[in-house]
C-alpha cells in the first residue's frame, strides 16, 4: 500500500515558528535557551513557582544538543537569540522546527509517510550570493532523517522519541507565502475572480514580522522587482526601543507584551514611522494608486492596524489569522505541486 504523502507549510519565523497541515496550525513563540538551569528543591522556593513551570511551559528538545524551546524558554535556559539570517540553517532553528513538529505529530510520534514541507524564507535571502549559500544550506538540513526526543518534564505527554524523514522540501519567500494565502482556496483552489487578479490586476503584499518587514508587488502576473524590499524593522525594533539599558532578552519582552504586561504606546509611533517610511521609500503613490488590495500579515498586522488603514484604507486586508497566514499559504500551495 502506497501511504499519501504528508504536505505541511512551515514559516519559520523570528517571532514564531508555524506548521500548517491537515490537521489545521500550529504555532511556537520562537525563543530558544541552552539548557544549563539549576534544580531548585520545592522547600526553597518560599511557595513561588519556579519559572518555566507556570503557564508558559517550554519544551526540551534533546538531540545531540539540548534546547527549552517555546513560551518560557528564556526564564528556564540562557537566552539564545540571533537575528541574522544565519540562524535559519542554525540548531536553534532545528531545535524550533522539532518543536513544532513534536506538537504537529503529537498524536502520531512517528510517521511513515513520505514528507514535503514548502518553507518560507526572509525575501531578502533572494537578493545576494549569500541568500544562495543558505537557501542550500537549509535544504540540506531539512531533506533526510531526523530524530529527537521531548523531556518529560516539558512534555505533558511524557517522554516521547520522534522519528521521520523529510522526503523533499521546497522554498519560497515569505511574501509569496502570504500572496498563495491570499490567492488560493483551502483545498488549493483559485476562484475566477482572484485568478483573474493575478493574470490582469495588481496587488501588494505586506509581512510584517518579529525580525523583518517585506514588501512584495504582483501587477499582471509579473512581481514586480522594483517594489519589492526586505528591512530589519520588524517588530524587534518596538522592544529595543525600550530595552535601551539591556535588561530583557528581546525574547523576555515580547512575551511580556503578549501577556498584556508591557505598554508599548510610547514608542509605536516611532516604529510605525520606520515601516511607513519602508513602504513609501518602495511604493511610490503610482504604483499604490494601481494596488486593488494591499494584504499585510505577521503579528505587526495586529500591532500596526490602525495606522495601516489610515494609510491604506479600504484596499487593507489583513487575514482572519494573520500570525498562521503564510505557513497556512505555503501549505495551499504544496497542495498545488505534483506529489
Not at 540562557?78 to 544565519?86: A, F, K, M, S, T
Not at 515580547?254 to 505598554?263: F, I, P
Amino acid at each position: 500500500m502506497t501511504l499519501e504523502t504528508i504536505l505541511l507549510g512551515n514559516d519559520n519565523g523570528f517571532g514564531n515558528t508555524r506548521l500548517f497541515g491537515a490537521q489545521g496550525p500550529v504555532a511556537l513563540q520562537s525563543l530558544v535557551a541552552t539548557n544549563g538551569t539549576q534544580s531548585i528543591s520545592l522547600w526553597a522556593t518560599g511557595g513561588l513557582k519556579r519559572a518555566g513551570q507556570g503557564r508558559d511551559k517550554p519544551l526540551l528538545i534533546k538531540t545531540d544538543t539540548e534546547f527549552y524551546v517555546g513560551a518560557g524558554a528564556h526564564a528556564l535556559g540562557r537566552p539564545v537569540e540571533n537575528l541574522q539570517l544565519e540562524r535559519m540553517v542554525g540548531p536553534e532553528s532545528k531545535a524550533l522546527l522539532y518543536g513544532t513538529l513534536s506538537l504537529y505529530f503529537a498524536s502520531k510520534p512517528k510517521p511513515r509517510a513520505p514528507v514535503k514541507i514548502v518553507t518560507a524564507l526572509p525575501i531578502a535571502l533572494a537578493q545576494g550570493e549569500q541568500g544562495d549559500g543558505l537557501r542550500d544550506q537549509l535544504r540540506a538540513m531539512l531533506v533526510g532523517k531526523h530524530a529527537w526526543s521531548t523531556d518529560p518534564g516539558s512534555d505533558e505527554r511524557g517522554e516521547r522519541d520522534y522519528k521521520m524523514t523529510i522526503d523533499d522540501v521546497v522554498l519560497t519567500s515569505q511574501p509569496a507565502g502570504a500572496m498563495f494565502d491570499y490567492l488560493l482556496n483551502a483545498d488549493g483552489s483559485i476562484s475566477p475572480e482572484k485568478k483573474a487578479l493575478r493574470k490582469s490586476g495588481a496587488f501588494g503584499v505586506m509581512s510584517i514580522g518579529f525580525n523583518t518587514v517585506e514588501l512584495m508587488v504582483v501587477a499582471d502576473g509579473q512581481m514586480l522587482a522594483k517594489h519589492v524590499a526586505g528591512d530589519s524593522s520588524g517588530a524587534r525594533r518596538v522592544f529595543q526601543l525600550l530595552n535601551q539599558d539591556g535588561a530583557y532578552s528581546l525574547g523576555e519582552l515580547d512575551s511580556r507584551y503578549r501577556a498584556g504586561l508591557l505598554d508599548i504606546s510610547d514608542v509605536l509611533p516611532i516604529w510605525s514611522g520606520e515601516v511607513f517610511g519602508l513602504v513609501d521609500k518602495y511604493w511610490d503613490k503610482m504604483i499604490l494608486r494601481r494596488m486593488s488590495t494591499v494584504f499585510v500579515v505577521g503579528g505587526g498586522a495586529k500591532m500596526l492596524a490602525g495606522p495601516l488603514l489610515k494609510k491604506f484604507q479600504s484596499k487593507l486586508v489583513i487575514p482572519d489569522d494573520p500570525i498562521m497566514s503564510i505557513a497556512r499559504g505555503c501549505y495551499r500551495l504544496a497542495l498545488t505541486l505534483p506529489k
